[in-house]
């Protein structure tokens, strides 16, 4: 029976295997739509190579939805490329609204789209390769994703684009993508996972450069992102969001944004991604170049866990007189113990120039255990306003700050605070804090801030000046809730260094406060005022002081 059936069939009527051609007359196939549909009806039966001959194809012949093709393996494969070369071939369809791509990858599997120049010119829907359903083991590469230049925030015009996809082990690698919306938005439905985004350029998205939620164990590894267009002024702009994904490795990745008038600037982004398992989140070796005229955040992240953001780059200026520039914002509030647990911010270079309000927040919104703030180089100076520090924050356990260098310059204020409320288990050590302003004032705090205990500070150095209009103070231990309200604290080995320069009425070098079985020995603790009618305590005791060890200390 078989042999009948395969005996009524036209000759051509058989499963692919081997190399053709596609364009023309004088091709195996005519168009691109042609031998698409032939595979997606008959199959193949082994590798099947389409090469596609020189030319500029426009039309819907020029653009082909693959489906699941009956016969392919990781042996039979497809793939699509020119004949002579990379940049002899351009396919240019006009996308619509059912059919906004140049390729569609519908529950595919191994197809390779290679060395071919993609244009979807059509200004509102301008996908040249989208991706459905189960399709996996795909792959673009060397190839030129470009379309209209018209800017836009529809991911419509999403240069590659996924949603609610389920597949695994996709890439997209050695790609440039020009323009769109996203330069590649891949939402997946929480089962999809491997994607790797790999050595793309891209070069003046509108909206953002790689858009990924809802997959897991993905890879964004030394991709370019590139705006210095000045027209393109979205209202936001993210370079790598990352939205409930899992064990996401974003390692090795440049942005470049030589001036910028977006107003919200974000180079990354994470929200809500928990990792769990050993397959930590890695935000690793990234740089971040941005000049801005808007409210700025190097790395942004809420109410994430399980993730390590080092050795990574953020050199920022912003000329913008009212928004404030972040390097770092960690913001879990009301999380819990759900969020900010088990994290490393370490070995990062944050460097700010901006008018007005500079800031590094590390978990300065409550909640968070295991974590670590460490080996990081931190350098904020602002023309007008005030630069912040926020290490820790409130409901804090078992975290580090450690080995970080923070030199803080503000022509009104700057201003350094570590740990915070009921915080336990916090070492805070080997830090340098350098900290100036030449009008206002300045703050430093290391402080365990009502209810904290097992907390140690130990071995920091800070130098703290206020300006000829203001003061400093320089406090450890500050507290308001009264006698007990710290227990089992460690303070030792620092070197406090506070200087008033102004009228403002006085500061601490040191402040102890709420004591209860804390420790106070072999710190070095340095007051000055240099301003009429003001004062700058070395040691100074509050009414409720509680019980400390306080011995060995230089007050001078």
Excluded at 425 to 442: A, K, Q
Aim: with cysteine; net charge negative; aromatic share 16%.
């Amino acid at each position: 029976m078989p042999l009948l059936l395969l005996a009524a069939l036209p000759a051509w009527a058989q499963p692919l295997a081997g190399t053709y051609t596609i364009g023309g007359a004088t091709a195996d196939y005519n168009t691109l739509a042609d031998a698409i549909t032939y595979i997606n009806n008959w199959g193949i039966s082994g590798p099947v190579v389409f090469e596609i001959l020189p030319g500029t194809y426009t039309g819907t012949d020029a653009q082909g939805s693959i489906d699941n093709l009956s016969g392919s393996s990781p042996t039979n494969t497809v793939t699509f490329r020119p004949r002579d070369g990379r940049g002899t071939v351009e396919l240019n369809p006009t996308g619509a609204s059912g059919t906004n791509y140049v390729f569609q990858l519908s529950n595919s599997n191994y197809v390779t789209i290679e060395d071919l120049t993609l244009n979807n010119s059509d200004g509102t829907y301008g996908t040249d390769v989208a991706f459905t359903g189960t399709s996996s083991y795909n792959t673009v590469t060397r190839c030129l994703l470009k379309g209209s230049t018209s800017g836009t925030s529809s991911r419509n015009k999403s240069r590659v684009f996924a949603d609610g996809l389920s597949g695994t082990g996709n890439v997209i690698a050695e790609d440039s993508i020009v323009n769109g919306s996203y330069a590649i938005y891949w939402n997946g439905d929480g089962s999809a996972s491997g994607a790797r985004f790999e050595n793309n350029m891209m070069v003046e998205p509108y909206r953002g450069g790689v858009y990924l939620a809802s997959s897991n164990d993905d890879q964004i590894l030394n991709n370019t992102i590139i705006t210095d267009d000045a027209s393109i002024s979205p209202d936001d702009f993210w370079g790598f969001w990352n939205e409930y994904t899992n064990g996401t490795q974003i390692i090795g990745n440049t942005l470049e944004s030589p001036y910028v008038s977006t107003y919200y600037y974000y180079p990354f982004y994470m929200y809500e991604c928990n990792t769990q398992g050993t397959n930590k989140m890695l935000v690793r070796e990234n740089t971040f170049n941005v000049s801005t005229y808007g409210y700025f955040t190097g790395f942004e992240v809420y109410y994430s866990t399980n993730y390590d953001i080092s050795q990574n780059t953020v050199n920022m200026y912003n000329d913008n007189w009212y928004p404030q520039t972040n390097g770092l914002y960690v913001y879990n509030y009301p999380g819990g113990a759900t969020y900010g647990n088990n994290t490393k911010k370490d070995s990062n270079s944050f460097n700010i120039e901006t008018p007005n309000y500079g800031y590094i927040y590390f978990q300065s919104s409550y909640y968070g255990r295991n974590h670590s703030f460490s080996g990081n180089n931190v350098s904020i100076n602002t023309t007008g306003y005030i630069d912040q520090f926020y290490a820790n924050g409130d409901y804090v356990d078992k975290a580090k700050v450690s080995d970080n260098t923070i030199n803080l310059q503000g022509n009104w204020g700057a201003n350094a605070y570590i740990s915070g409320y009921s915080s336990d288990s916090v070492l805070i050590e080997h830090n340098d804090f350098s900290l100036s302003t030449p009008d206002w004032y300045s703050y430093a705090y290391l402080y365990v801030f009502d209810y904290g205990k097992e907390c140690k500070v130990r071995n920091n150095k800070i130098i703290v000046e206020g300006g000829t209009d203001g003061g400093t103070d320089v406090s450890a231990y500050s507290t308001s809730s009264g006698p007990n309200s710290l227990t089992n604290n460690e303070f030792s080995g620092n070197t406090f260094k506070g200087i008033i320069n102004g009228s403002w009425p006085y500061g601490y070098a040191l402040r102890l406060g709420g004591g209860n079985n804390d420790k106070v020995f072999n710190n070095v603790i340095i007051g000055k005022s240099t301003g009429s009618g003001a004062a700058m305590y070395g040691l100074y005791v509050d009414a409720w002081a509680g019980k400390y060890d306080v011995y060995n200390n230089t007050i001078a």
